[in-house]
Each structure stands twice: as C-alpha cells, then as structure tokens.
C-alpha cells in the first residue's frame, strides 16, 4: 500500500535553516502536507501543496515537490525555538470520497541547539 | 476560528475500564475522524463517520467503537480498557469539499 517516510529527528542550530525531507510512495498523490504538531498539542496545519506545483513559499517556509522523484521538503529559514516541534508529511490523492485516505508519514522531531 | 475541542485532554483509567473520548466540532463538517498516535508508529486510523449514525473502521478498530448521534459529536469508545491502549487520541474533522483535516489537540489516556 501506500506509504510515507521520513527521517524520525533532526537538530538544527537556531538562526539556521532546517530542511525535513519526506519521501512518498503513491504516484497518484494529489495533495501533500505538512502539519506541525508543539509538545503535548494536536496537528496543526502548517501548509500544503498541490501535486501541480514545484514551490511554495509561506514567509519562512518553503516547500519544495519533485514529482519524479516522490520527493516533498519543508525548508524553515532562520529556525526559532519556538520551531520545536514533530512535522508531518502527509499525502492524498483526494479526500472526496468516503473511502478516500491520507496517508501520513511518522513525523520528523525537530529539535533547536543555543 | 474553527475547532475541533477534545474534552478530555488528560485521562488516567484502569484496565477493564470503559472509557469515553468525546470530540466536538464546530465547523459543520460532515466527516470526522479518531486516530492514535503512538511514538514510532505515526497516526493510525481508528474510526471514521462521514454522516450522522455513519461510521467506518479505520486500519485499527479493534477494541474501540464509536457513536455519532449529532454532526458536530464524535465520540471513541473503549468498551474495556487495556494497557495496550495507553496513547494520545486525535479527533478530526473536515467538510465535504475540503481535502484538509482539522485536528483536536488530543486527549492523552493512560491505562494502568
């Protein structure tokens, strides 16, 4: 079946840009997603991308698709502490329909070095 | 601001238990969602409703049922508690035409 996958942690040094990588298995993927999850709170979305596009930028974040390659990155510039937190990659091909699904990847926990 | 409120966000239970996790939207989404979260394992999917008195097993529904008596209430139930299922629960919810999820901040259960 399908599936997501993506590294489980990463230490960035804070003012350094943090790049999380998400690799995914279903070439009919027509939405990918990144939601942040804080310490101890739900999933919140942090943007998404359509399955047509190659960039979006959202002030400090970029996220970068490459098709060919099933290949999804968020890139988080001049990191914060407050950036602390698990990201999820997440992909569907649509969630029109009731047997639709979105298939989430493990998380990456971002962790911020002094 | 839309939200989806998990009343318990903390619950210590003990085994054999019946335990109820509650989850409300006020969104008038027509589909919600149950999933855990477990360190390592990601989120799995539980329970599903898509209408009122609809529901849909997720990948996981074993030990678990659900009620959707009214659109904005999703409630997991845990007919009989085991340790097994000590875990942060994630309520969702999405509208018809949206292909984006909603989440609840989680109602973390500890089974003793």
């Known amino acids: 079946g399908e599936d997501v996958e993506q590294s489980l942690f990463l230490s960035v040094r804070e003012g350094d840009s943090s790049v999380i990588n998400c690799t995914y298995t279903?070439?009919?993927?027509?939405?990918l997603y990144w939601y942040k999850q804080e310490p101890g709170a739900g999933l919140q979305l942090l943007t998404y991308?359509?399955?047509?596009?190659d960039m979006k930028q959202d002030q400090r974040l970029t996220v970068l698709l490459n098709k060919k390659d099933k290949h999804l990155s968020l890139r988080i510039a001049d990191t914060q502490t407050g950036d602390s937190a698990i990201y999820f990659c997440?992909?569907?091909?649509?969630?029109?329909?009731?047997?639709?699904?979105?298939?989430f990847g493990k998380g990456t926990r971002l962790h911020i070095l002094p | 601001d839309v939200k989806v409120t998990q009343s318990s966000r903390y619950l210590v239970k003990r085994t054999g238990e019946k335990v109820f996790l509650e989850c409300v939207q006020d969104?008038?989404?027509?589909?919600m969602f149950w999933y855990r979260q477990d360190p390592g394992l990601g989120l799995r999917l539980i329970y599903f409703?898509?209408?009122?008195?609809?529901?849909e097993k997720g990948d996981i529904p074993e030990g678990y049922s659900v009620s959707r008596e009214k659109k904005e209430r999703f409630s997991l139930i845990l007919e009989s508690a085991s340790t097994n299922q000590t875990s942060m629960y994630l309520c969702?919810?999405?509208?018809?035409?949206?292909?984006?999820?909603?989440f609840g901040a989680g109602s973390r259960l500890t089974v003793l």
């Open positions: 969702a919810s999405k509208g018809s035409g949206a292909n984006v999820l909603t």
């Open positions: 279903d070439s009919s993927s027509t939405y």
């Open positions: 991308i359509f399955s047509n596009m």
């Open positions: 997440a992909e569907t091909n649509g969630l029109m329909n009731r047997d639709d699904k979105i298939i």
């Open positions: 969104m008038d989404h027509e589909n």
């Open positions: 409703s898509y209408d009122v008195k609809m529901k």
